[in-house]
Nanobody, 123 residues
């Protein structure tokens, strides 16, 4: 089972930026669909963005389109989430996740999870 470790969360003012990283153990890209979900207090986990297993397709939730960018560095087995124009509604714990499937666009598609990193956006 793939192991995932997130980093890069923190406190930022509205309109600011953060970049999250997800370091994966072993070779994951090309074997798993990889992505990000988030969970705000009192809410269900929400899909944010993902790569297809082949890496040729990228999906974003409507709420982050145009503001967030998912990327990856195959040589480092690391995935990133660049978050710009952050809003207080983006406050959540962000999770990196892997799915043993070609495409994953729902959080319940993912079977492996990191421990999460907190992102807090102040108004």
């Amino acid at each position: 089972q793939v192991q995932l470790v997130e980093s890069g969360g923190g406190l930022v003012q509205a309109g600011g930026s953060l970049r999250l990283s997800c370091a994966a153990s072993g070779r994951t890209f090309g074997r798993y669909a990889m992505g990000w979900c988030r969970q705000a207090p009192g809410k269900e986990r929400e899909f944010v963005a993902a790569f297809s297993r082949s890496g040729g397709l990228i999906y974003y939730a409507d709420s982050v389109k145009g503001r967030f960018t998912i990327s990856r560095d195959n040589a480092k087995n690391t995935m990133y989430l660049q978050m710009n124009s952050l809003k207080p509604d983006d406050t959540a714990v962000y999770y990196c996740a892997a799915a043993d499937t070609e495409i994953a666009t729902r959080c319940d598609n993912f079977g492996s999870w990191g421990q999460g990193t907190q992102v807090t956006v102040s108004s």
